[in-house]
């Protein structure tokens, strides 16, 4: 993602919300992303699915992405639309599925992003900008194969395209 997301913000500002509240386990015995699309966070908020539109961002609190290893819970959310999720902080088997599949994450500390506020993230340079109130917050920047991972579409597109870990 060498490009900048610009998107509209939906802000969760929980701790801890873990992989089933993202996609219920009931709803992970199917392939089919649309499927876990439409049911993504509605343990949550029963309405995100049809408030998010393709290119939105995702805004959580501490932990986002606890619990379980399932990588359904990335793929909810990416087949959803959300085009990256910003967190004060992430689950460290949530952060590697995320990116694994292509889904960019970043971490904010600070923040005072609020849902409905248009925000840009730079993942090559570590900014994310809120253009709303005109705010810009530095984060770690992600190492270069992290961000060769997200623009090949996730690992392994990754490695098709390359022919191995490089």
């Not at 386990?25 to 699309?37: F, I, N, S």
């Not at 399932?70 to 004060?88: H, T």
């Not at 253009?131 to 997200?150: A, S």
Request: neutral net charge.
């Amino acid at each position: 993602m060498t490009k900048v997301i610009q998107a509209k913000a939906h802000v969760y500002l929980i701790d801890n919300i873990d992989t089933d509240r993202i996609i219920p386990g009931k709803y992970t015995k199917t392939l089919d992303v649309a499927a876990l699309a439409a049911h993504v966070l509605e343990d949550l908020d029963v309405e995100f699915v049809h408030k998010v539109q393709p290119g939105d961002l995702l805004v959580a609190g501490h932990n986002f992405g606890c619990g379980s290893s399932r990588e359904q819970a990335p793929l909810a959310l990416k087949a959803a639309g959300v085009s990256v999720v910003i967190a004060r902080t992430f689950a460290r088997i949530f952060y590697r599925n995320a990116i694994n599949i292509g889904l960019p994450l970043v971490e904010v500390t600070h923040h005072t992003i609020q849902s409905g506020d248009w925000v840009s993230v730079d993942l090559a340079n570590g900014r994310v900008t809120n253009h709303t109130r005109q705010e810009r917050y530095q984060v770690t920047r992600m190492p270069q194969q992290m961000i060769d991972i997200l623009n090949a579409g996730g690992l392994v597109n990754y490695l098709i395209q390359h022919g191995g870990y490089v």
